[in-house]
Each structure stands twice: as structure tokens, then as C-alpha cells.
């Protein structure tokens, strides 16, 4: 079988049949099977073709992460498990595309390096959640788990961080009954994990109840700002980091769940519970006043549950005051992001953590543990921003 060489210093893996050869200077995501014989009814999708595809997912997300690390390289040189019959690997396409975007991430690394953020390793897993076919298509469902480990980290700054992100991964059939991988699409809503590059859609404006919804003033993205210490005592703010910290990737059962596909996105939903859990006291009445707020497993205001309307409670109900800068944010407080810069905002993340001057945010959709602050500025220098002392 004939290897494609793509540009990069990943390594490669072509086995065919139980023998593996690595070659340097491809790139370890095409764990190339041999083709089987010309079929005319749809193939089917087994269990070992659904481990195939679980495992071409695995180097394709660790690739992305390891570009983060240390410009992609990985041990792919390891034969993988043989016995798999047919051939699955990305088309040219695919192929072409996840390049492209080894070497964005490579860039990405370069900012991120230059704002003090580096990794000095990683680990990616990825699991197969569901495979639906149709005909000589099959889309596969993905949580990809990565843990980063801050390189360098002293004292107590944080040593790790981490995240979950969804996928769905398009597999088409040639004749040969061969797979192969022709797109992927992350499904969170509201994902803005380290190695992803797309932009989440950006959230739909509720519409006001009146003309007065107050609006958030931006905060400067630059470091070393003036010192804004914390000194209310009203609210338990140890109590939302530890909150937020237990659930940043399982899902507390006395609230619902808005991270599936459609659903809009669980970033604010889970803030609200951390205030919650810290202290902040319902405020009943009309779910679509946004003067209310409140929230429990059977009903949620959309001040709740919606990244604007919740800016606008918080606001209106002086339950936090705004920032002039996101360096000063301390544990408790509240970052919005607007991506788009439309003044809708898009996502919702509390801090859980701060060392050095750096706070570090925890959030749903993706799910994420202790991003720095530092990070998300280098990775979209060019979204608004807004921080919220509560």
C-alpha cells in the first residue's frame, strides 16, 4: 500500500496486515489497514471497524494536543493492535485540513508561549460515544479527554489543566468497503478548548423586556493591571471554586443538562450553580424577567441559564460590579467572552483558581478545568472580554 506523505516532522504509521513500518516526516494520524476485497451491498460497521475509528479519532486529537506541546510530534510509531479488516485512514482532503491545523496550533503555541504559558506534556484519550450509518456513511460521536501539564509550574501555581470536548466525525466507504475519515465537527456548544481553532456559534440575543438592560463595560486584556483586591465577605467564594472544581466534567443531577447538541450550551447554567453553591439566593418571579433569577431541576430563569441575560442580572441586582481589566479577577469572579465582538455575549466561565497575578477559569461546554486567563487571551486576542467582581 502506497503511504501519502504530508508535510510536518509527526511520525507515520502504515500497517498492512500485522506488520508496521513508522517512517519520519509523515504525520500519525492514518493508521492505514489493508484494503479489503470490492463489495457491493454497504459495509457494515462492526465492532472492530467502530475500534478503528475510535483510534484513528485518538491520533488525530492527540496530534492536535502533542502541537501544543512540542509542534506534534507523538510515538506513533508503535504498531497498533492488527486484526482489523478493511482500510480506514482521512481522505486527502482531511488529510490536508488537519495539517493545516497542526501548524495553526504550532502558531498557537508560539503565543501562548509568549503570554507564559507553555506544556511540557500531554495526554489524550478518546472514547467512542455512538456510530450512526447510512448507507456507505457513518458519523461517529467522540469525547476527547486531554489532561495538559503546565511545564515549569513552581510554588502553587496549578500543575495541570484539562478539558472534555465532543465531536462527530464523518467516515465515507469507497467500493472496497474502505473508511475513510472526511470531516469533523466539534458539537459542543460553547467549546473553546486549547486545541480548537473554530470559533463557537456565536449565542442568539434574547430580546429585552425593556430598553434599559444595563450594559457591561469591557474589560483591557494587558497584563500586570493595578491591584483590585477582593475584600467582600458576603458570598463564600471557596465554596463556588469548590463546586465548580467537583462538576467541571460530570454533570450535578439537580440540574439539567444544556450541553447536548442544540441545547445552547451549559457554560452559564453551571456558573449560576457555583454562585449558587457560594451564596447567591434566588430571586423568584417571571422566568423572562431578567430582574429575576433562580434555578433548580425543574424550572431556570433565563437569567440562569443565558450568558446576556445573566450579565444583565448581575448588573441590574449590583450582585457584582465590573472590572477594568481581566487580570484582576479573582477567585469567585466571573469572566464573559464575546467572540465576534457583535455585543452579544457568547460564553460564561467562573475562576477558580489564581496564581501569580493569573487567574485561572473552569466552565462547561467544553468542559474545562483551571484555564488560564493568559491562554484564552493569547488564543482570541481579538473577542471582547468582560469580568465581573461578585
Known sequence: MKSRKLSGRRRRVTIVGAAATSVV????????????AAVVDDPTVDARTKATFQRLADAVFTDRTNALVDGGRTDAGKPLTDGFSGDVALSSGTARTEDDTLSELGQRRKQLAKAGETYGKASTTVTLDATRVTGR??????TETTTLTYAGARGNAP????????????????RHGDWRLTGIRDTDQGGVAVNTLSKPAPVKPAPAVDNTT??????AITRNPAPAPKTATTYDYKAMAAYAEKYWNVYNKDYPDF???G?????????????????????????????????????????????NEWSWFAQNSKRTT??????????GDVLQMDFDRDGSKDHTMIVTYKSGGVPYVTYHSNNTFRRSVASLVASYPNAYYYAYRT
Open 25 to 36: 516526516a509523515g504525520v500519525a494520524l492514518l493508521p492505514n489497514w489493508s484494503a479489503g
Open 137 to 142: 456513511t457513518a458519523k461517529a460521536d467522540v
Open 159 to 174: 500543575k495541570t489543566t484539562g478539558f472534555q470536548a465532543r465531536h462527530e466525525l464523518t467516515f465515507k466507504a469507497d
Open 214 to 219: 444595563p450594559d457591561a463595560p469591557r474589560a
Open 259 to 261: 450541553s447536548g447538541h
Open 263 to 307: 441545547a445552547g450550551g451549559d457554560c452559564t447554567n453551571f456558573v449560576s450553580q457555583s454562585l449558587k453553591a457560594g451564596g447567591w439566593k434566588h430571586a423568584p418571579g417571571y422566568v423572562y424577567d431578567y430582574t429575576k433569577w433562580f434555578g433548580n431541576a425543574d424550572i431556570q430563569s433565563d437569567s440562569f441559564v443565558g450568558v
Open 322 to 331: 465590573p472590572l477594568a481589566n481581566v487580570f484582576q479577577l479573582e477567585v
